[in-house]
């Protein structure tokens, strides 16, 4: 079925240039206190935004009052990471005011696209889980669900990565320099946090235990810092609330430590460290104390505020989880069930069955990955330190779980010990996933693959005991930031093919099909990618002195670095490649840019190592005469959400290559489809799923399957007697070992190779033929001009599924319970 979305009469007025030029003076004057002749492009763009957020602030109180008034249930987003990148071009897009006030900027001598750029990207996250999060937030306001996303205020978020001699630098990312336009400080929202401590029983008279009250040592406020949201037409504007960590009351504190500022200082950081950095580690151990305060200080402020909230409307706490709706993004947020429960027995008064009967019809969880090293766990010493009576009630879930299991006769004891909240061999351990699967009515996965595999792997033991509880919501992406506003191109040539309806329902733009065998439209959609190719070309010419040709074919994997998205397969590849045109210079090669972009984990080593490869690489091929220029490989500093804006819509191909069952769904698959690149590919996440929307010849399959990666691993895989087998492979591995891209240091990449001679977890050697075969498929096909452009257009015109705004309204429907 297909969703009409502007269900609201949209509100929107379109005021014409001259007034909103007018509001922009008033605003540089009155807001950022400037005349025209000492204004720089800074006060110029902070002006433009305060214009754009006033007009947003009408729809945003219309929209809170309604919901308050039709006691409309609320979704709440607690998520650590909002990869939200920049907001004007997003908001004058959605507010259809886009063309007006680059007029209005016009007339006053300002260009547009000039002061967008100066916008920093937001960057408060890692990478897909975060990115989705913001994907969420738009299509809530779209579809018109009231939601708030909550998470933390990271002063300084992903880090900013510089190259320097092909290693990966990095530097802070001080986003906040010039103040933020967007956000509404609420210093009257803010909630105390404790940590530490003890817990004190409070018995009556006659002995009983009444209540266990929990006397924290340390305090720190979480203060609210509001963003609004707007949904396309400004449908609806929602809520991402951050909190930013304060002391309490560094008055008061100087009194307390009398003659001790260093003391005092020492208390003001502490509060300050909570939300100085996100952690730059994505699917990789964190583990630091200073991660899990983060954590509960985040939830714990939510919890608080919800709560309240709550109260505020409804009087008691019984009607929570029909009015309330929260949702975990990953574990992150896990403490909140245990903190959940303990606002609602030991600050409310209620019993452990009623309690825990809210907290599970409250929450629901999404799992992002199965990697065992993402999987997060806390040293129950640690746990138990900072938050005492959170382990008391972790220990009281466990023992509720663990009899409901051995009650039902079906699990043994080792069975038992896995659905355990506690790792009981090593180090005892709190298992945060356990811990948000038995605390939630609905656990989710993010594609059809991942999510029959967490019930294979990661929760069959709780799967077993709760049969119910998993589900699929395969992601999507805002097709407004990832289509409208990044492909202006493509979407007025969309426009033109099929009228406006697929931007009110991006389902409609299936059809666009029918034009792919349109010779006439196929020139016309040529000239759309070529013109994005050109951007992109100027792009890393004005940023890296490098030269492309946009008729090259222009292949692209840009995502973090991880050893399971096999940046080192596409790698060797260009390697191989780079050997086959210098032996065979008679053959027809065709022209291809491979582009590269993604940041590592600081403490990734191997992931580090693969980004100085891609360079040493890159310095080898696009100096080789022999090359001429029939190959080029380009590492683009920086990946983030703009880069992202500019990358995909100059995308022909698009490497989704991840070792099959590793990777939880991507989403910059989608964003490619969507932009009219084709996918090279395994079956792995959601590629599956985008194989069966655009069809087997629309997209390039290869590799081996989970099935098949499982059965190689588990029968004595032998990478050596595979790399023997290729000689590409085998010449291609050789010469990276032997130093030929680094002589400067022959020994950089002997361990990294050793790695897939001796072990090749990843199966990169057992991949490499297949993969390397199916790009001289992608070769051939694109030889044909005709035949690619028509494969383009068919992956634009059948991707639309992938839209977050489906996704959300699966999660309303058969999560949330909240109408669509
Ligand atoms: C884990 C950790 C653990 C250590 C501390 C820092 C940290 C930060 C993030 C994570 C979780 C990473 C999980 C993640 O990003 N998963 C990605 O989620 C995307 C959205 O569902 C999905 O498309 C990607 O396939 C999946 O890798």
Request: glycine share 6%.
């Amino acid at each position: 079925m297909t969703h009409a979305m502007a269900s609201k009469a949209p509100i929107l007025e379109t005021p014409d240039p001259k007034t909103l030029a007018d509001e922009v003076l008033k605003a540089l004057k009155y807001r950022v206190g400037k005349g025209t002749a000492v204004a720089t492009q800074y006060d110029w763009l902070t002006a433009s935004i305060k214009v754009v957020r006033d007009r947003i602030v009408d729809h945003w109180m219309q929209a809170t009052q309604e919901a308050y008034a039709q006691q409309e249930k609320r979704v709440y987003y607690l998520s650590l990471e909002f990869l939200i990148g920049r907001l004007m071009r997003d908001a004058f897009s959605n507010l259809g005011l886009m063309d007006n006030m680059r007029e209005a900027l016009r007339s006053l001598g300002v260009d547009l696209d000039l002061i967008a750029a100066l916008e920093p990207d937001a960057a408060l996250g890692n990478g897909g889980l975060g990115r989705l999060a913001a994907c969420f937030m738009e299509s809530m306001a779209t579809v018109d669900i009231p939601a708030h996303g909550y998470g933390i205020r990271y002063a300084n978020g992903m880090f900013r990565q510089e190259i320097h001699d092909g290693w990966q630098v990095e530097l802070p990312e001080t986003w906040l320099d010039h103040g933020n336009p967007w956000e509404f400080e609420r210093r009257e929202r803010s909630f105390e946090v404790g940590f530490g401590g003890a817990v004190e029983s409070i018995t009556s008279k006659d002995g009983r235990l009444e209540r266990h009250v929990w006397k924290p040592i340390e305090h720190v406020l979480a203060v609210a810092y509001d963003t609004p949201v707007v949904g396309w037409r400004a449908n609806r504007v929602n809520t991402l609330r951050l909190w930013s960590g304060m002391p309490i009351d560094p008055i008061l504190l100087d009194k307390f430590n009398a003659g001790d500022h260093i003391g005092a200082l020492a208390e003001s950081n502490k509060a300050d460290a909570l939300s100085r950095v996100l952690y730059p580690a994505d699917s990789h151990k964190a583990g630091q104390e200073l991660r899990l305060r983060q954590e509960y200080f985040f939830s714990t402020a939510s919890l608080q505020d919800i709560i309240q909230r709550h109260l505020s409307q409804y009087g008691d706490l019984q009607s929570l989880p029909d009015k309330a709706a929260i949702h975990l993004n990953d574990t992150h947020p896990a403490i909140a069930v245990p903190e959940l429960m303990r606002l609602l027995m030991d600050v409310h008064g209620m019993d452990f069955d009623q309690a825990w009967s809210i907290t599970k019809r409250t929450f629901g969880y999404t799992n992002h990955t199965l990697l065992p090293e993402a999987l997060e766990s806390w040293p129950v010493p640690l746990f138990e330190r900072l938050l005492p009576r959170h382990m008391q009630i972790v220990y009281a879930i466990n023992a509720e779980v663990l009899l409901e299991a051995r009650a039902s006769d079906q699990f043994s004891d080792e069975q038992i010990g896995r659905i355990s909240l506690i790792q009981e061999n090593g180090d005892r351990r709190v298992r945060m996933g356990n811990l948000a699967f038995v605390g939630s009515h609905s656990i989710n996965g993010v594609s059809a693959l991942h999510t029959e595999l967490m019930k294979e792997t990661v929760f069959a033991d709780l799967h077993k005991l709760y049969p119910d509880r998993i589900n699929n919501k395969t992601n999507g992406i805002t097709p407004r930031r990832w289509l409208i506003q990044c492909n202006p191109g493509l979407t007025a040539l969309t426009r033109e093919a099929i009228g406006d309806r697929f931007l009110d329902d991006i389902d409609a733009i299936k059809e666009l099909d029918a034009f792919a065998d349109d010779a006439a439209f196929r020139d016309k959609f040529a000239a759309v990618k070529r013109a994005n190719k050109v951007r992109l070309a100027n792009l890393v010419a004005d940023r890296l002195g490098i030269k492309v040709d946009p008729s090259a074919l222009f292949d692209i994997q840009i995502k973090r670095i991880h050893e399971y998205k096999r940046q080192l397969l596409n790698i060797l590849e260009a390697i191989a490649l780079y050997d086959q045109i210098r032996s065979h210079p008679e053959r027809d090669w065709m022209p291809r840019v491979k582009f590269f972009g993604g940041k590592a984990a600081p403490s990734y080593h191997n992931a580090k190592l693969i980004i100085k490869l891609a360079n040493d690489v890159a310095k080898v091929i696009n100096r080789d005469p022999a090359v001429r220029g029939l190959l080029k490989v380009v590492f683009v500093p920086n990946y983030n959400v703009s880069l992202a804006e500019i990358m995909m819509p100059a995308a022909d191909l698009s490497e989704q290559i991840s070792t099959a069952g590793m990777e939880a769904s991507g989403t910059g698959n989608m964003k490619f489809a969507l932009n009219g690149a084709l996918t090279i590919g395994t079956l792995d996440g959601a590629n599956v799923e985008i194989k069966e929307c655009v069809g087997d010849d629309n997209i390039f399959i290869f590799g081996l399957t989970t099935a098949e990666v499982a059965e190689r691993r588990s029968n004595g895989y032998d990478p050596r007697s595979v790399i023997e087998a290729s000689s590409e492979l085998a010449q291609a591995v050789a010469a990276v070992s032997s130093g030929v891209f680094s002589p400067d240091d022959p020994e950089r990449y002997r361990d990294l190779m050793n790695g897939l001679y001796q072990s090749d977890w990843f199966m990169v050697a057992a991949d490499f033929d297949a993969y390397a075969a199916t790009q001289r498929d992608v070769d051939a096909v694109w030889r044909n001009s005709p035949d690619w452009y028509a494969k383009a257009i068919r992956n634009v015109a059948r991707v639309g599924w992938f839209s977050s705004d489906r996704t959300i309204r699966q999660y309303a429907k058969e999560i949330w319970n909240v109408p669509v």
